[in-house]
């Protein structure tokens, strides 16, 4: 007999109304948006409903039976997604987790769904990852989790198409799944490729396959110079600073994310993880260790950007156990997702300004405007890697690879001052 089961028996009944309330009731007290909360009081509503025209008003497994057998009655009268069967089973939940333990338990936001493996490639997979973390000095977790999704996308088409053992996987095999991206930027089949390497050279070291098949693997260089990013004038960036409603809680954070980008020049990664105890109010610093190279990083708050941090800190953060300075706009209230690098951000500030598209318009187009400004004050390329938090001068020269006149568009005027110098 199941543990739930047990409390139900030791429980008083209560009387279904008085349940929905409850749960209504706590929904609206932790913030959810309303166009959500309506997502779970419309099916709450019909359930209602149901016991009335049955003479039910106390709380049943036997009455959510019934009203499950007879729910094609009000899917003809409520739009079909507010009865989907993901969103029902969850409205269902909430009610039952109220009825045994007066609320209802907070699901992780952002879960990225898996591919299924076999029992061998899962247990593998796990072992070659934690290879990477620990002796490869993987510590960017978007890296590696973007590198899981394409890995288990390639591991379930060799499971579909017969493969058992890892015997059975030749340099052929993974050669031909590689040809699908042949039309990919080449950069981003150099990722692709350097992730299958690495996972392949991981099984060889830990030695779950007999022969080096990460070395048939031919690698795709990767074209440092490139990539080219737009740099955007000081006006647009202007404009699209002003465009942000700072009156709404997601307007307070966006506008400061904005300004660290665009003022500070941090990495969506750095941005994501910044945590209240990396701003040092009194040195009017920050100080964190910087996730893609793992050293520690000490850099001065520009006023606008203080001011901007202390006004969604004080105004616009939500209370949260959680220690992340961001947080997402709508209960419940957790850090934001490891794989957003703020382009839907950034793009929707660009469209209320009423700014034309760019092909480049995200975090790392901030970043480069900044590099590309600050070089056109005259600051020698050691403080704009110190800046960028770049550990090698070369990774700087990449962002001085434009003509004269981007250069001369976004120049400083002799008496502005250099927040970075």
Sequence with gaps: MSAGY???????PRKLKSVVQEASQDLEKRRYAKTYRRSFELPWKCLVAYADSH?????????????LAQVEVFRETLPKTWFAEEGLNRALRVLREHHLYGCHEIKPAHVTLREPLPPFMEHDVTAVFDYLLQKERYSLRSILGAQEIRLR?????????????????????????????????????????????????GLYVLGRIRFALHEQIPQVRQRRGGIQSDIWPE??????????????????????????????????????ELRLENIDWEAQVLEFTQSKTGRATRLPIPLDVAEALADYLKFGRPASEHREVFLIG????????????????????RAKAGLPPRRHAGAQALRHTLA??????????????????????????????????????????????????
Excluded at 6 to 12: A, D, G, I, Q, V
Excluded at 169 to 189: C, K, M, Q
Excluded at 248 to 254: A, E, H, N, W, Y
Excluded at 331 to 349: D, K, T
């Design 153 to 201: 996308r390639f591991l379930k088409h060799l499971h579909d198409s017969g493969t058992v053992r890892w015997n059975q996987v030749t340099a052929e095999r993974v050669l031909d799944y590689l040809g699908r991206f042949s039309r990919l930027h080449p950069n981003t089949r150099c990722a692709i490729t350097n992730c299958f390497r690495r996972f392949f050279r």
């Design 372 to 421: 590309t400004r600050m070089l056109a004050a005259g600051n020698p390329p050691a403080v704009i890697a110190g800046a960028l938090g770049h550990r090698s001068l070369d990774s700087t020269t990449v962002y001085f690879r434009y003509d004269v006149e981007n250069l001369r568009a976004v120049a400083l005027e002799p008496e502005e001052e250099v927040r970075h110098a």
């Design 55 to 67: 003479g039910q008003q106390w709380w049943s497994e036997t009455l959510i039976e019934g009203f």
């Design 235 to 272: 006006d647009e960036v202007k404009c699209t600073l002003d465009a942000i409603d700072r009156d709404s809680v997601v307007g307070r954070r966006d506008y400061a994310i904005l300004l660290l980008f665009a003022r500070m020049g941090l990495r969506p990664v750095d941005v994501r």
């Design 6 to 12: 047990e409390r139900r028996r030791k429980l008083k």
């Design 330 to 349: 709508h209960a419940p209230y957790s850090p934001l997702a490891w794989r957003n690098n703020f382009y839907a951000e950034i793009q929707r500030c």
